[in-house]
């Protein structure tokens, strides 16, 4: 393949320069698209910003979104926020256009996540399942088992963790799909996250009533070498 055109089959190697705005650890992904804006494939990537640091302008607060409940929000790179309602998925540009996104029926007292492809992860808490939204607006399932899971998160790699609350661990889907238990002995874990350099971190929550307490209120991060270390600790003491 050669300039711009790609035939279906094709192998090719197309050189990428990944330039962060910002400093600091920075993660996004390059897509190919077809002639129609389709997304036919996606990588992601990471590297260091060397911009400036962000500065925030103090006392300025602004609605983005009214009139609806949310439990759960993620922005994209480009301003886009997303927010789950609980029972549906709304999108706010940078502009402050909102719609609702055909996402189907949820029940979902979860969290929100994006990759760096920009397609959306809703914990779908009460349907036991975890959904991806994509750029193209399909829907899918990529992961179910769970037991009320509260949190979703992704990494600069695109595995997908899952806080599977009532089973009390944190599940890891890969990119090909497959589940596999990523860390147990929690008592309540809600809420989970990972930065670019592939550190994943798993709130403990308070415990429910008529749970006994051992270890609650605890963050917990996870190397990518697997090693597990205290963040915070005695959060609820």
Same mark, same amino acid.
């Given at each position: 393949?050669?300039?711009?055109?790609?035939?279906? %089959?094709?192998?090719?190697?197309?050189?990428?320069?990944?330039?962060?705005?910002?400093?600091?650890?920075?993660?996004?992904?390059?897509?190919?698209?077809?002639?129609?804006?389709?997304?036919?494939?996606?990588?992601?990537?990471?590297? %260091?910003?060397?911009?400036?640091?962000? !500065? /925030?302008?103090?006392?300025?607060?602004?609605? +983005?979104a009214a009139g609806t409940v949310a439990e759960g929000s993620?922005?994209?790179?480009? $301003?886009?926020?997303? +927010?789950?309602?609980? =029972? #549906?998925?709304?999108?706010?540009?940078?502009?402050?256009?909102? %719609?609702?996104?055909?996402? $189907?029926?949820?029940?979902?007292?979860?969290?929100?996540?994006?990759? #760096?492809?920009?397609?959306?992860?809703?914990?779908?808490?009460?349907?036991?399942? !975890?959904?991806?939204?994509?750029? @193209?607006?399909?829907?899918?399932? !990529?992961? %179910? @088992?769970?037991? +009320?899971?509260?949190?979703?998160?992704?990494?600069?790699?695109?595995?997908?963790?899952?806080?599977?609350?009532?089973?009390? &661990?944190?599940?890891?889907?890969?990119?090909? #799909?497959? &589940?596999?238990?990523?860390?147990?002995? /929690?008592?309540?874990?809600?809420?989970?996250?990972?930065?670019?350099?592939?550190?994943?971190?798993?709130?403990?929550?308070?415990?429910?009533?008529? !749970?006994?307490?051992?270890?609650?209120?605890?963050?917990?991060?996870?190397?990518?070498?697997?090693?597990?270390? =205290?963040?915070?600790?005695?959060? /609820?003491?």
């Amino acid at each position: 393949c050669t300039g711009t055109s790609y035939t279906a %089959t094709a192998i090719c190697t197309v050189t990428v320069n990944f330039t962060p705005a910002q400093a600091g650890a920075r993660s996004g992904a390059v897509a190919l698209l077809d002639t129609s804006g389709n997304v036919i494939a996606a990588a992601n990537l990471n590297g %260091t910003g060397l911009g400036p640091e962000v !500065v /925030f302008d103090p006392g300025t607060q602004t609605p +983005i979104a009214a009139g609806t409940v949310a439990e759960g929000s993620a922005v994209d790179a480009v $301003g886009n926020i997303f +927010i789950n309602t609980g =029972i #549906g998925l709304i999108k706010v540009t940078a502009a402050g256009t909102q %719609t609702t996104l055909p996402i $189907g029926n949820i029940s979902s007292e979860g969290g929100t996540a994006l990759d #760096g492809a920009g397609n959306v992860y809703i914990a779908d808490s009460f349907n036991n399942r !975890v959904l991806e939204y994509t750029v @193209g607006g399909a829907v899918y399932t !990529v992961g %179910t @088992g769970f037991s +009320i899971p509260y949190g979703v998160a992704v990494d600069s790699a695109g595995n997908i963790y899952v806080a599977d609350t009532r089973n009390r &661990q944190v599940v890891k889907i890969d990119t090909t #799909g497959t &589940q596999s238990v990523f860390a147990t002995g /929690f008592v309540y874990p809600e809420a989970v996250t990972t930065d670019a350099a592939g550190n994943v971190y798993v709130a403990d929550n308070a415990t429910p009533s008529g !749970v006994n307490q051992t270890a609650a209120g605890f963050i917990y991060k996870y190397t990518p070498g697997g090693t597990q270390s =205290i963040v915070v600790g005695s959060l /609820f003491s």
